[in-house]
């Protein structure tokens, strides 16, 4: 189905536009409308999630395209059921995105150029749960990134991608999974 998608800044006092960004999109996804994700905001970078994995930074102040990528193309991957719903994370100077498919299920990318840091996980299914970085207070223990996934839970090194462990669910029929 033919679509678009449209990123919007609005002022915070007022609620008037600041700017907007629109692209089309065709939709291969059960609910064809988007983006689902919020956008992420890091200093003057603003990183956008498409439905259909359009990965786009911008610039804050105007909207400007600095660099985007179609992650569905580059990884040769399907998005969700239902389309890409996890926002973008930032760690430091990257920006981690759960993308899908063999050995990409998990892609961290230099949040200023948009270059392909590290890529881990094989999963058939992102699922739509947003990751995140486990800081422990104890020294005995090393920052994880936890991704919840239609095949089970993995934690990763969020500096190397290198996996740490994961617990599989159990075997029967997960629905967010379509053959």
């Not at 956008?48 to 994995?53: E, I, K, R």
């Not at 580059?74 to 063999?102: E, N």
Request: charged content about 25%; glycine content about 10%; aromatic content about 12%.
């Amino acid at each position: 189905i033919a679509g678009g998608e449209r990123i919007t800044c609005l002022d915070l006092k007022t609620g008037d536009e600041i700017w907007s960004y629109q692209y089309k999109r065709e939709y291969k996804i059960a609910y064809p409308t988007g983006p689902r994700c919020t956008p992420t905001v890091d200093g003057k970078l603003v990183y956008t999630l498409g439905a259909m994995g359009d990965l786009i930074c911008l610039t804050a102040d105007k909207g400007r395209v600095v660099w985007e990528k179609q992650l569905t193309e580059i990884y040769d991957t399907k998005p969700p059921f239902w389309g890409y719903a996890s926002h973008p994370y930032v760690d430091g100077k990257k920006l981690i995105v759960p993308v899908g498919g063999q050995g990409t299920g998990l892609v961290a990318f230099d949040k200023q150029t948009g270059k392909e840091i590290w890529r881990s996980v094989t999963t058939k299914d992102i699922a739509y749960s947003p990751v995140v970085i486990y800081e422990p207070q104890d020294t005995r223990h090393e920052r994880q990134l936890i991704f919840w996934h239609g095949q089970g839970i993995t934690s990763v090194n969020p500096d190397d991608g290198a996996e740490n462990w994961f617990v599989k669910f159990p075997d029967e029929v997960n629905p967010s999974v379509v053959s």
